[in-house]
């Protein structure tokens, strides 16, 4: 009896210290690296947000996705490979050897205000640095790939060589990406590309990112094989979404960053009048600072607790009570007259974000098959 | 009473005597005064605790329960996933069930650890109680070797084995690896001008508010808020709805919101923890800082702040955790082929290089399918790839990651089951022995 404890007892100790060995790795660590030098990729995603993120990035893993686009190459224009921070690039050649460059940069979040931008472009051009007041003159609505843009056109003469240039500038934003596309040269061949320009941002169609390369279907059988891409964001699932019946009219389209579901209200004008679907775990910031973010993206000030509480009507839902809202103003994108119909589902764990917004008479038309998607959606 | 159990109880008394008819029981208790005592209590509990360890209905419990764990965990990942069904069903003591929606569970079925526990157990007691050693059962007694280091092992590779990602771009040299799913709270003191000095807290040490108490750490740290999974977002009338104030009083994502997501468990998403953490204590105190991950052009983002402290300069912010390593591998080209034609990928292909400083060594070698590299205890597999048509699309240079695994027991499946082969031979060979034996006497 006792000699068969004994042989037990004597597996004490490599048990301890397989136990110590393993339990190790989760206390606080201490030690010394050299210091890391910078990365060999591209810094783009450190300096697409200057204002946003600190500088200092150790290793941003950017190899995962990607955004794509096709275009409509216009005539006289040659496509040449993309530099750095480019998507593509092109030439087109004048008379007497002019030449003028054509850029698209994607950048991710907002990269910096519009404000930002252009006077750093009039920077280039040799032209003061306006104040926002003045940014609004100066924008030029564009379309670009059925969408609304802002076209700046600033023309003045190169700080270096003295040379007339023009710079003609596009931007987009869209789905958590800023674009932009500029042309830059020579000022009288820059002006006479300018038609040629516009229709090349009117041709552009937004592809969805492409994913990955994935291991091939011969490729050994790993002990976690279905582990995540490393650095790669978890995208929404449709494991999380839930369902419902897609009032007629509604097209499906792929959504941004952080949307669960994003609906396109077929046969409204550019911009087009979109339902986005959000979630968020929690209260989610609550009804009053959601509210409150909604009326920033129609130009309307802040209100207090108790003035949105009288604005708000409950509505009952399958999935709990929800709070609706419905605001008119001005798009704080386009310029244009907008309305925007919200409804917050509270649940335990999780909030839901629904937001019908676009042209005010489309909004009105669809205000009430939005209520009734609110109202039947199911949740998982 | 079975032979096996005669077996089982030598002493025999105690159990004999319970298992009597009730007449024979009455008999039993006017037993005269020079009759032999029961032995005392312990003993009888230990000598139970041992039959009911030895016992082969165990065993047999034991394995019925075990190809049951295994069809139901295997068809459980269906619904919740390979990494949450590992988790549930195979490494824990109970698989739980509870009501949709409910805030309570009850265990419902014996889980991995407690089966393979119980068996290793069955097997080590079997081993030392039942089978004397001699020549006879030498090939038994292999057999159960082999079978418990086989356990031991797998036990082991739960415990020890450590798999993490190491990306690198053409050109690229790392010392270090990434964890697939846990993150780490850095603080590193960038004030020496060669090297950092980097204070490492795993993150399931910021899951608890409080104060991270540890000598070793320049100062306090207290974790004010905490979000298992989040994204730092911009402010602004643009942030996503369900964004969220964090209420960091310093740092430069002050004023960034966060957008805490739900809690995924599928393996394929990664969890992204945000917490607010208050650098130093009371009038030393640095303030509270935000730290998390942003999303960038659809990738995981790592942000990291600066702070002065103490006349020292440092940095902190979240990251996936690492594992550094004392050599250096450098990515030198990264192939990925197709079948002609097609978009179909054939092969996928890295050109490596590996110097350990500490043993002036230097040298080349492919990483590709079915040929891991295994150095230093470590075996980096090709994992994902990023090269040829993708990478020039994507105005990327390309790029290469491999899955690292640290597995310090890998070698005891191998030898466990060279261990149960040779006790098969041993054993049928030596009844064959004697059956020849016997024939030709």
């Known amino acids: 009896m006792f000699c068969t404890l004994r042989r037990l007892a004597s597996l004490r100790w490599p048990l301890l210290a397989a136990l110590l060995a393993g339990c190790g790795r989760n206390d606080v660590q201490v030690y010394r690296v050299a210091k890391e030098q910078a990365p060999a990729q591209p810094q783009e995603l450190a300096r697409a947000q200057p204002g946003a993120m600190p500088p200092g990035h150790p290793d941003v ?26 998507l593509a690039s092109f030439h087109v050649k004048g008379q007497s050897g002019k030449q003028a460059d054509v850029g698209v940069f994607p950048l991710p979040g907002m990269a910096g205000s519009d404000l930002d931008n252009v006077n750093r472009w009039r920077g280039q051009v040799g032209l003061a640095p306006i104040a926002e007041a003045e940014l609004a003159k100066l924008a030029q609505a564009v379309e670009i790939g059925a969408q609304s843009g802002q076209l700046y056109d600033l023309a003045g003469q190169n700080p270096s060589s003295g040379d007339k240039t023009r710079i003609l500038a596009a931007i987009l934003r869209r789905e958590g990406m800023a674009w932009f596309f500029k042309m830059n040269g020579d000022d009288e061949l820059v002006a006479k590309q300018k038609p040629a320009f516009v229709e090349f941002l009117k041709s552009l169609s937004f592809q969805a990112a492409q994913a990955a390369a994935a291991l091939p279907p011969s490729h050994p059988p790993i002990d976690t094989s279905a582990t995540p891409a490393l650095g790669a964001a978890a995208a929404a699932s449709d494991s999380g979404k839930p369902s419902w019946q897609v009032p007629p009219g509604w097209q499906e389209t792929p959504g941004g960053q952080f949307l669960v579901a994003k609906f396109l209200i077929q046969g409204s004008e550019t911009p087009p009048t979109s339902v986005n679907v959000s979630m968020s775990a929690g209260e989610g910031g609550g009804l009053v600072g959601n509210v409150n973010r909604w009326r920033g993206q129609l130009g309307l000030g802040q209100l207090s607790d108790t003035e949105i509480n009288k604005l708000v009507t409950p509505v009952d839902t399958i999935g709990g009570k929800a709070m609706l809202i419905d605001m008119t103003g001005t798009d704080a994108r386009t310029g244009q007259k907008a309305r925007l119909v919200g409804a917050i589902v509270s649940q335990p764990e999780r909030t839901w974000f629904y937001k019908l917004m676009g042209n005010d008479q489309i909004v009105a038309r669809e205000k009430a098959a939005f209520t009734t998607f609110v109202q039947t959606a199911r949740y998982p | 009473m079975s032979a096996r159990d005669k077996i089982s109880n030598p002493s025999g ?12 029981k009455a008999h039993a208790s006017r037993t005269p005064r020079n009759a032999p005592q029961p ?6 509990f230990f000598e139970r605790l041992i039959a009911f360890f030895t016992s082969l209905r165990l065993t047999v419990a034991c394995l019925a329960f075990g190809l049951l764990l295994v069809f139901i965990g295997t068809l459980a990942q269906v619904e919740i996933g390979l990494y949450k069904a590992q988790n549930e069903f195979f490494r824990s003591f109970f698989v739980f069930w509870g009501p949709a929606g409910g805030s309570w569970k009850i265990p419902v079925f014996p889980g991995g650890y407690l089966l393979g526990g119980v068996l290793l157990l069955n097997l080590i007691t079997s081993l030392c109680t039942r089978f004397s050693f001699n020549r006879k059962k030498s090939g038994i007694i292999l057999v159960h070797i082999g079978l418990i280091l086989l356990l031991l092992g797998q036990l082991l590779t739960d415990m020890l084995s450590v798999e993490s990602g190491m990306q690198l771009y053409e050109g690229q040299t790392k010392n270090y690896s990434e964890d697939f799913r846990a993150s780490e709270l850095v603080v590193i003191d960038k004030t020496d001008p060669q090297f950092d000095t980097v204070y490492s807290i795993p993150e399931h040490k910021l899951t608890g508010t409080g104060e991270i108490r540890d000598h070793r750490l320049p100062f306090t740290v207290r974790v004010r808020k905490f979000w298992p999974n989040a994204v730092v977002v911009q402010p602004g009338a643009n942030a996503p709805a369900g964004a969220i104030a964090s209420g960091a009083t310093a740092g430069q994502l002050k004023d960034a919101l966060l957008m805490p997501q739900p809690v995924v468990a599928s393996m394929e998403q990664r969890n992204t923890p945000g917490a607010v953490v208050e650098l130093g204590a009371g009038k ?8 998390g991950y942003s999303i960038a052009r659809e990738n995981l983002t790592t942000i990291s702040q600066d702070v002065t402290l103490d006349g020292r300069h440092y940095e902190v912010g979240l990251r996936f955790r690492r594992y550094y390593y004392p050599f250096n591998l450098t990515l030198l080209k990264a192939t990925h082929e197709q079948y002609r034609g097609t978009d179909i990928p054939k092969n996928f292909a890295s050109r ?3 110097q350990n400083p500490d043993r002036n060594e230097a040298r080349e070698t492919a990483i590709y399918m079915n040929n891991p590299l295994r150095y230093g205890g470590l075996t980096f597999y090709q994992y994902q790839m990023m090269a040829g048509e993708a990478a020039e699309k994507a105005g990327l240079p390309p790029s290469s990651t491999f899955q690292v695994v640290r597995n310090p027991s890998w070698l005891t499946p191998y030898l466990s089951c060279i261990l149960v082969a040779l006790g098969l031979f041993v054993q049928f060979g030596s009844h064959l022995f004697d059956f020849v034996k016997r024939r030709t006497a």
Do not use: C, I, Q, Y
């Not at chain 1, 950017?62 to 409509?72: D, F, M, Y």
């Not at chain 2, 032995?39 to 009888?44: E, G, L, S």
């Open chain 2, 39 to 44: 032995p005392p209590f312990a003993d009888r």
């Open chain 2, 284 to 291: 030393g105190s640095a303030g509270s800082f935000l730290v």
């Open chain 2, 13 to 24: 008394a105690a159990t004999a005597t319970a298992s009597l008819p009730p007449s024979s």
């Open chain 2, 352 to 354: 490596v290089r590996v």
């Open chain 1, 61 to 86: 893993s950017a190899a995962a996705t990607t955004p794509e686009l096709k275009w409509k190459l216009p005539a006289g224009w040659e496509e040449v490979a993309p530099g750095e921070m480019r």
